[in-house]
C-alpha cells in the first residue's frame, strides 16, 4: 500500500518538533561505534561525515518550539536568534549524543560560536569548517583540500576507523542520489505548486536535516508519487522565491503565511545544504578532489560566498525566477543576519534592472506575529496580478 | 555665559601623526591630478608594504568612517545608507562609507576623495569586509582584488593557510596591482618595507609594553588608538612611521622615567586608581567624553585588544624581510580577529596578569558581530580564571544613536565602586586624588 502525503508530512512533521532528536540517538545506539556530527547552516560535506560511518545532523536552531533562557545569557540583544538558541540546545543536553560539531564559514557570529563550542563542551571535537573564496583549483582548490583532508582525519579519529576513498565515493553516490531527487522535488513544486505546498516541501526538506541519507531518499521518492496522486484544488496564486533564509529558519506559520496570503513559493534558499551541489559529483578518481571541485565550480551561489565577477552578481537569483517562472521575489531574512542584510540591496538592485518585483521583511525565528507578513505577502501577491501579468 | 572647551594638549607625536594623516587625505586628494593611483583597502590583515612596491597611495574606508566619526559627521550618512535601503541592522562604517559616497565622497577634511582604481579586499577576520568590497564595487565598477584570509578555527596558523594566501598574492594580487598601477613588482623593493615595518613595530611594542609601569605611562586605548594610527594604516613601511615611532617611544620613555601618567585631552592624568584591560572597539562619535569618563575617576586602560586588530606585534610577530610573502601571510592570519575565541580569551587572560589589571572592561559594539559575539562568555570566562571584576557596556562605532552617556556612567561607576571592594576586600578605599 503506499504512503499517503499525510502519513510523510506527519512523520516529516514529528522529526521537526522534536528538540530531543530521538531518531538520531536511535539511529546512534542501534550499532555500537557509530558518531553523529552536527553541523550548522549553510554547508558542510556531509559525504565524509557518512563514510566515516556518521550520521550529519542538521543544527538549524531552536525554532519557534525552544523557550530560550540559558541561551540568552550569551548574548547581546543585537545578535541574531539561532546562535543562542542552538546554545540552548547545548546547556539542555539535547546535543549530548553528539561527537562532533561543525560550524561553517558563514558569517562571524557562526564562527565565533565555534570557539565558545569549545569552550563550553570541551568533551565534544569542535571544528570551524572553513571554505575557499578563491575559486581557483590551484589555489583555492587547493586549500580546500586540505581542509576536507584534514576533516576526514578529524572524523576517523572520531569513529576510529579509517576513512577510506572507497567509502567516501559510495558517500558520494548516495548524495548524488539524495541531491536529484532534492532538485525533482523542487522541479515537480515549480511546475504544480498547488499540488506540493511550500511548507510540505520545507518539513520534507528539513526532516533530511536529521534522518540517514537512504532513508531521506526513499522519502523523497514516496512524496514525489505520493504528491502527483493527490488531488489539490489550484489557486490563482502568484508565484514567488524567497531568498535569505539560508540560516536561521523562518518559523513554518511564516512559509504557510506567504502560501496563504496568496503566494506559491516557487523556489527558496532554506536548506541550501541539501542541493548544494547542482549536478552529480564525479565518482572517479580522487574523491576529496571531487568534492573540492564540485564546490569551487558547481555549487549554489548565496550571500555567504563571494562573487568573483561583477557581471555575475546575483544572476543566480533572476535565473531562479526565470527557472521556476517566478513573478517576484520575497526577501525575507533574520533579523541582525550579516550576509543577508548586506548583500539584499545588491540584489535588489539587480532585481530592479530585470524589472522583477520584490518585498523584503525580516523574522526571527520565534517570530509569532503573523498578520503584517500576511499582509505585506499578500498586498505583493495582489500587486503581481494586477500591475505585473501582462 | 560662553564657555570656553579647554585646549587640548598635544604631544609631539601626535602632531606629527596628524600631519601625516593630513598629508595622506591632500595625497588622496590631488591623486588624479597628481597621475597616482589608488588603493582602497582595510585595517586588519592591510598590505601596506606591498602597496607602495606599486606606488600607489592606500584610501582605508574604515579610516575614513573612524574620523568622520570624531567629526561627527557619520549620524547623517548613516541615515542617508539606510534611507538607500540599508538595513539598520548591519554594521555602521559600510553605512557611513556609503552614506559619504552618496553624499558627494567628501572625505573627512573636507575635500573630495578620488575613486579608488584598485579594490583590494583583505579579508581578514571581519565577514563584512567582502560584503562592503562587493557593494563598492557595485559602486566604483573598478578591479577588485580577493584576499581571502582563513580563519584561525583551531587557534593555530596551519602551512596550508600561509600556502594559500602566499599563492593569492603571487596569483591573484600582485599580477592585479602590476597592471592596475603599471609599476612592474620588485620583492628588494618590498624587502625594504618590510625592514622599516619592522623597526617601528619594536618601538610600537615598547611603547604598549610601557603600561606595565606603575603608573602606566600611556591609556593603552583611547591613547592606544592614536599609537596604532600610523602602523595599522597608509604608514606602516614608511621611513615617516618609523620616526613617529622613534618619538613616540621617547616621548613615552620621559614620562616613564619621571613616573608620570598618561597625557588625556585635559593634561597630565593626576592619579592612577584603576588599571583596566579593555576588550572591544571604542565609540568615536564621543570619543572625547567616552574617554573623559575614565580618566576623571582615575582609570586607565593598560591594555586593549582594539590596538590588535591591525597585528599583533606584541606576541612576538615581526615583518620579516627575508620572508617578505611569507611574512605579510603571518601577519593577516595572526591579527586579532582573525583568532579564535579561546585564543582571545587566553590573550585577554595574559593581559590581565602582566599588566597587573584590576580588572576588565568589554565594550560591545552594536554594529561588529566580529568582536561582539561571544564576549559574554569572554567576560564569563575572565571572571572565572582570574578572580577579577568584569563589566559590560554597550555602544556603536560610528552611530551616534547608540551612545547612551548616562548609562555608560553608571554603569562605570558601579564598576569602579565594584573594583573598589573587592581590592579593599569589602573595606573602604581611599578618597581619590583631587
Redesign the interface.
Known amino acids: 500500500m503506499s504512503t499517503t502525503v499525510t502519513e510523510i508530512i506527519a512523520r516529516c512533521q514529528a522529526l521537526f518538533d522534536d528538540l530531543n532528536f530521538t531518531y538520531a540517538r536511535e539511529w546512534k545506539a542501534a550499532v555500537p561505534g557509530r558518531i553523529v556530527v552536527g553541523y550548522m547552516p549553510f554547508y558542510v560535506p556531509r559525504e565524509l561525515i557518512h563514510a566515516a560511518g556518521g550520521l550529519p545532523l542538521g543544527v538549524l536552531g531552536g525554532g519557534e518550539q525552544l523557550e530560550v533562557i540559558q541561551g540568552d545569557?550569551?548574548?547581546?540583544s543585537?545578535?541574531c536568534r539561532i546562535?543562542r538558541s542552538t546554545i540552548e540546545l547545548g546547556v539542555t543536553n539535547r546535543l549530548d549524543f553528539v561527537d562532533a560539531m561543525l560550524?561553517p564559514?558563514i558569517?562571524?557570529?557562526i564562527?565565533?560560536?565555534?570557539?565558545?563550542w569549545?569552550?563550553?563542551f570541551p568533551k565534544v571535537k569542535s571544528?570551524?569548517?572553513?571554505v575557499?573564496?578563491?575559486f581557483?583549483d590551484?589555489?583555492?582548490g587547493?586549500?580546500y583540500i586540505?581542509?576536507l583532508t584534514?576533516l576526514r582525519e578529524m572524523l576517523a579519529e572520531a569513529s576510529g576507523h579509517a576513512v577510506t576513498d572507497a567509502a567516501i565515493r559510495a558517500s558520494i553516490a548516495l548524495y548524488n542520489e539524495n541531491r536529484a531527487l532534492v532538485r525533482e522535488v523542487y522541479a515537480f513544486r515549480a511546475r504544480q505548486p498547488w499540488k506540493a505546498p511550500s511548507a510540505e516541501v520545507y518539513l520534507l526538506m528539513r526532516a533530511g536535516m536529521v534522518l540517514a541519507v537512504e532513508e531521506h531518499s526513499r522519502m523523497l521518492r514516496e512524496y514525489l508519487d505520493a504528491a502527483a496522486a493527490a488531488d489539490r484544488p489550484r489557486r490563482d496564486n502568484s508565484r514567488v522565491v524567497v531568498t535569505g533564509a539560508f540560516c536561521e529558519q523562518p518559523p513554518l506559520n511564516l512559509i504557510k503565511s506567504i502560501e496563504l496570503s496568496g503566494c506559491y513559493i516557487v523556489d527558496d534558499d532554506f536548506m541550501l545544504v541539501n542541493r548544494w551541489e547542482q549536478s552529480d559529483v564525479s565518482l572517479d578518481g580522487d574523491p576529496v578532489a571531487n568534492l573540492a571541485e564540485a564546490y569551487l565550480h558547481n555549487s549554489a551561489n548565496t550571500?555567504?560566498k563571494?562573487?568573483?565577477d561583477?557581471a555575475q552578481?546575483g544572476l543566480y537569483l533572476v535565473a531562479a525566477v526565470k527557472r521556476t517562472r517566478a513573478e517576484g521575489v520575497i526577501f525575507a531574512s533574520p533579523?541582525?543576519?550579516?550576509?543577508a542584510?548586506?548583500?539584499?540591496?545588491?540584489l535588489?538592485?539587480v532585481l530592479a534592472a530585470h524589472d522583477i518585483p520584490f518585498i523584503a521583511f525580516?523574522y526571527a525565528e520565534n517570530s509569532g506575529q503573523m498578520q503584517p507578513i500576511r499582509e505585506q505577502a499578500g498586498t505583493f501577491a495582489d500587486s503581481i496580478k494586477l500591475w505585473s501579468t501582462p | 555665559m560662553t564657555v570656553t572647551p579647554a585646549a587640548v594638549i598635544k604631544d609631539t607625536s601626535m602632531l606629527k601623526q596628524k600631519e601625516m594623516i593630513a598629508g595622506n587625505y591632500r595625497k588622496l586628494e590631488t591623486a588624479v591630478a597628481d597621475g597616482r593611483k589608488v588603493a582602497a583597502t582595510f585595517v586588519p590583515g592591510n598590505l601596506n608594504e606591498l602597496i607602495m612596491c606599486f606606488d600607489m597611495l592606500n584610501n582605508l574606508p574604515e579610516i575614513n568612517a573612524i574620523q568622520n566619526g570624531l567629526r561627527k559627521k557619520t549620524g547623517g550618512y548613516i541615515m542617508e545608507a539606510e534611507k538607500?535601503?540599508?538595513?539598520e541592522?548591519?554594521?555602521t562604517y559600510?553605512k557611513a562609507d556609503l552614506g559619504m559616497i552618496a553624499k558627494g565622497n567628501i572625505g573627512p577634511d573636507g575635500q573630495k576623495l578620488p575613486d579608488p582604481d584598485l579594490l583590494l579586499l583583505s579579508?581578514t577576520g571581519?565577514?563584512?569586509f567582502?560584503?562592503?568590497f562587493?557593494?563598492l564595487?557595485?559602486h566604483y565598477?573598478c578591479e577588485?582584488a580577493?584576499l581571502?584570509v582563513?580563519?584561525q578555527?583551531?587557534g593555530r596558523i596551519?602551512k596550508?593557510?600561509i600556502?594559500?594566501v602566499v599563492?593569492?598574492l603571487r596569483?591573484?594580487v600582485i599580477p592585479k596591482l602590476e597592471r592596475v598601477s603599471g609599476v612592474k613588482f620588485d620583492i628588494d623593493r618590498l624587502r625594504e618595507n618590510l625592514a622599516r615595518s619592522a623597526r617601528a613595530e619594536e618601538d610600537f611594542v615598547w611603547v604598549l609594553e610601557s603600561a606595565k609601569a606603575r603608573p602606566s605611562p600611556i591609556d593603552a586605548y583611547f591613547g592606544g588608538v592614536y599609537y596604532i594610527g600610523p602602523i595599522f594604516t597608509a604608514f606602516r613601511g614608511t621611513e615617516d612611521a618609523t620616526l613617529y615611532y622613534q618619538l613616540l617611544r621617547a616621548e613615552i620613555a620621559e614620562r616613564l622615567a619621571a613616573g608620570q601618567g598618561p597625557v588625556t585631552p585635559a593634561g597630565d592624568m593626576p592619579a592612577e586608581r584603576y588599571r583596566l584591560v579593555v576588550e572591544g572597539p571604542p565609540n568615536w562619535t564621543s570619543f572625547r567624553d567616552f574617554w573623559k569618563m575614565f580618566y576623571e575617576d582615575g582609570a586607565v586602560v593598560v591594555a586593549s585588544t582594539y590596538t590588535k586588530v591591525g597585528g599583533l606585534y606584541d606576541q612576538g610577530f615581526r615583518h620579516d624581510p627575508d620572508h617578505p610573502l611569507e611574512s605579510l601571510a603571518e601577519y593577516c592570519l595572526g591579527c586579532y580577529t582573525n583568532r579564535?575565541?579561546?585564543?582571545?580569551?587566553d590573550l585577554i587572560e595574559q593581559y590581565m596578569e602582566e599588566y597587573q589589571a584590576d580588572g576588565l572592561l568589554i565594550n560591545?559594539i552594536?554594529?561588529c558581530?566580529?568582536f561582539?559575539?561571544?564576549?559574554?562568555?569572554v567576560l564569563r570566562?575572565i571572571e572565572r580564571r582570574t578572580g577579577k571584576p568584569s563589566a559590560f557596556i554597550?555602544s556603536d562605532l560610528v552611530d551616534p544613536r547608540y551612545f547612551s552617556p548616562a548609562n555608560i556612567k553608571n554603569r562605570l561607576e558601579s564598576y569602579f565602586q565594584m573594583v573598589d571592594q573587592r581590592r579593599g576586600g569589602g573595606k573602604s578605599v581611599p578618597a581619590r586624588a583631587a
Not at chain 1, 542584510?341 to 545588491?346: G, Q, S, T
Request: aromatic share 12%; charged share 25%; net charge neutral.
Open positions: 545569557a550569551y548574548y547581546q543585537y545578535i546562535p560550524f564559514s558569517c562571524d557570529v564562527r565565533n560560536l565555534s570557539g565558545m569549545k569552550i563550553m571544528r570551524y569548517f572553513d575557499p573564496q578563491n581557483s590551484g589555489v583555492g587547493t586549500f586540505h581542509e584534514e550571500s555567504a563571494y562573487e568573483p561583477l552578481k533579523s541582525f543576519c550579516d550576509p542584510l548586506l548583500e539584499r540591496p545588491m535588489q538592485r525580516k | 538607500r535601503g540599508h538595513s541592522d548591519v554594521c559600510v579579508y571581519c565577514f563584512t567582502m560584503k562592503w562587493e557593494l564595487r557595485e565598477k577588485t580577493m581571502h582563513p580563519y578555527g583551531d596551519s596550508n593557510m600556502s594559500y599563492k593569492q596569483e591573484e579564535n575565541l579561546p585564543s582571545r580569551i560591545s552594536k554594529s558581530n566580529s561582539s559575539a561571544g564576549q559574554l562568555l570566562e554597550e
